[in-house]
């Protein structure tokens, strides 16, 4: 199978719009040469940093919402990105592109922010678990390792998740299972059991690989693309408990976020779904 034919049907981008998120939108270019749009939420007092890497047929735009929450209840500053051919980045979306976005997105923390590596968290939904694995182990293997690194609804590699030989075929893309070797910051894994996209087994998988583990985030009654009130508030626990527990930069100058934030009245909504509201297994 050809590079390109792995690759356009690997990526879907949604179709490109303007950006619609009130944050400044900052141009960056690649070691490839391509331009891409990325947006900074600053938190007051924060010292820590998320870099968000989004998710498949996801951009700037549908990602925002999530990340200004993540900003808001866990106190941290948040860093995302459009993938090239993303969003309004230029180029066509590959594996080797998307290594080379987030190396431009965390240089541009690393030197127009003036951060230091550890204060550096990542977070990978789904496709972007690939590049912030890759980032994790790249850094870890320069001595200069981020901070910690968070999964959210990860592969082991792209091809395991139509069939797993157990091994690392030829051709394989994005193989975190491999990168985990690598990676020697405390990692936070967060998978719904329900998964029919990518099987929650991946996730255990990965969980076992991790060298510093953080208890993981797996939820009864939760699938791929579930962002539901109370999958939201179950993945927002575990990561504060997380950021609290295995982030040294947020140990030593944060105060831990109060819980309570993440518990608000039921709704009507809620009280009608009350039976598929997740167990979070911590």
């Not at 193989?175 to 029919?196: A, E, F, R, T, Y």
Request: hydrophobic fraction near 35%; glycine fraction near 8%; aromatic fraction near 8%.
């Amino acid at each position: 199978m050809t590079e390109a034919l792995v690759n356009s049907l690997l990526f879907k981008p949604p179709k490109a719009r303007p950006y619609q998120f009130p944050t400044r939108k900052i141009g960056l270019v690649t070691r490839n040469g391509e331009r891409i749009t990325a947006t900074y939420i600053k938190a007051r007092g924060a010292n820590v940093s998320i870099l968000y890497s989004h998710g498949n047929a996801e951009d700037l735009n549908t990602a925002y919402s999530w990340m200004r929450r993540i900003s808001r209840e866990l106190n941290v500053n948040v860093m995302g990105y459009d993938y090239t051919g993303y969003g309004l980045s230029t180029g066509k979306p590959s594996e080797q592109n998307c290594y080379a976005d987030i190396e431009a997105v965390f240089e541009h923390l690393r030197n127009e922010r003036e951060l230091s590596s550890h204060q550096i968290v990542l977070y990978g939904r789904s496709l972007g678990s690939g590049p912030s694995c890759y980032l994790a182990a790249k850094t870890a293997g320069e001595n200069e390792s981020v901070g910690g690194l968070i999964l959210h609804s990860p592969f082991t590699s792209v091809y395991r998740v139509v069939m797993n030989l157990g091994f690392t075929v030829v051709g394989d893309k994005f193989s975190n299972i491999d990168q985990m070797k690598k990676v020697i910051c405390p990692v936070l894994i967060c998978h719904g059991k329900d998964d029919h996209v990518v099987p929650f087994s991946h996730g255990v998988s990965l969980q076992e690989a991790v060298k510093v583990k953080a208890a993981p985030c797996f939820m009864e009654n939760v699938g791929h693309n579930d962002h539901g009130p109370a999958a939201e508030a179950c993945l927002l626990q575990s990561a504060n408990r997380y950021l609290d527990y295995h982030i040294l930069a947020r140990r030593l100058w944060m105060k831990p976020v109060s819980l309570k934030r993440f518990h608000s009245a039921p709704t009507q909504r809620k009280r009608r779904r009350e039976f598929l509201i997740p167990r979070c297994e911590v």
